[in-house]
């Protein structure tokens, strides 16, 4: 993937004073992972760990006071929108939210690439969700400013997978060696899409387990067969949860579906509990992007290993990371 150099201070002579002209994701669009190698994830995982130290230290901080952020969400969110809005506030700076995109012009028929020139002319960043695959790489293109997908339909969630990983990461000390299954919704997840991908830059096996018609599709297995990723696919969490070093679960994502009665063949299928864990090892975790509508029951959230709340919390350090990256302040 070419990237945009948007900012790139030989094209914009009017950078404000400060900013680290030699700063590697500097004006850069987030896209997909398939743009980042192992150095850029490592670089990425320390200014983040840095994140939450000063976080933890002092709340709130003001690297990037005066700049402004752009929400713009076409679907529902919680914690990535909330995420967001608390990463730039945590670094001093604001946000335009355009959550409700019905109450905005879009509404009265206004195109994504006009709608985000609109919002560049306010805003240094802009965070999108949109329902249509591609639609991030598409607002790029007609953007000056720095896009960052928040989730594209069932493409891609790459701040997601970064934050997945940084989870494993801080939580397990590293990735390489490690078994990682995933389960439940593995066609329309956009989550485990970005995080199979990002996986395949280390030395991992993977398990896909899923009904049938919720299969990891086959340009991601093919992608990930070409990094010589072991992967195998099972229709029973049995099969490979004494070997699984983090369980990495999704929920069915009922509004992709074209027919309910598909949904409700595979809806509750799997669902993680107590006694589920007592076959698990004892240093496993378990993921999920969240929300859960019934994978794992609550039963589970006061095992040590649930790993799910503080999933959420790594989000915040990645979101500041990145946004604190692509202006130039990291
Ligand atoms: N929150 C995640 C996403 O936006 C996962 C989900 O919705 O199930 O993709």
């Known amino acids: 993937m070419v990237l945009n150099e948007k900012l790139n ?39 983040a760990h840095e994140m939450r130290e000063m976080v933890t230290r002092i709340g709130t901080f003001d690297l990037l006071k005066g700049k402004i952020l752009a929400s713009l969400f076409y ?16 670094l001093g700076g604001s946000v335009i939210p355009i959550n409700e995109v019905k109450y905005s012009s879009v ?24 329902p249509e695959v591609g639609a991030s790489a598409e607002a790029a293109k007609y953007a000056r400013k720095p896009i960052i997908n928040a989730g594209d ?10 934050l997945d990983l940084f989870t494993i990461v801080e939580e397990l000390g590293q990735v390489d060696g490690l078994t990682v299954t995933m389960l439940g919704d593995l066609k329309y997840g956009r989550t485990v899409h970005s995080l199979a991908r990002l996986l ?26 070409g990094k010589d990723i072991p992967q195998a696919e099972h229709r029973d969490l049995e099969a490979v949860l004494a070997e699984t070093d983090v369980l990495y679960v999704t929920r069915v994502q009922k ?34 992007p969240l929300p859960r509508v019934g994978e794992i029951s609550m039963d589970v959230d006061d095992d040590p290993r649930a790993a799910y709340f503080r999933q959420m919390e790594y989000g915040l350090y990645i979101r500041m990371a990145l946004l604190a990256m692509v202006l130039g302040k990291a």
């Open 200 to 225: 395949s830059l280390y030395d991992v096996r993977l398990n896909y387990v899923s009904p049938e018609i919720l299969r990891m599709p086959a340009e991601i297995i093919e992608e990930v067969d």
């Open 107 to 130: 509404s009265k028929g206004e195109s994504l690439p006009d709608t985000v020139r609109t919002l560049e002319c306010y805003a240094d960043v802009i965070v999108l969700r949109h």
């Open 255 to 288: 509004e992709r579906f074209e027919n309910l009665d598909d949904y409700d063949a595979v809806r509750g299928l799997y669902v993680i509990d107590a006694e589920t864990m007592t076959r698990a090892k004892a240093e496993m975790i378990v993921m999920h």
């Open 153 to 162: 339909g069932v493409g891609e969630h790459p701040t997601q997978a970064l």
């Open 9 to 47: 201070p030989t094209s914009n002579p009017h950078l404000p004073f400060g900013d680290q002209r030699g700063a590697p994701f500097y004006g850069k669009d987030i896209l997909s992972v398939k743009q980042f190698n192992r150095q850029d994830l490592a670089y990425i995982f320390e200014v």
């Open 75 to 90: 679907e529902p969110s919680t914690r990535t929108s909330s995420s967001f809005t608390a990463a730039m506030e945590r």
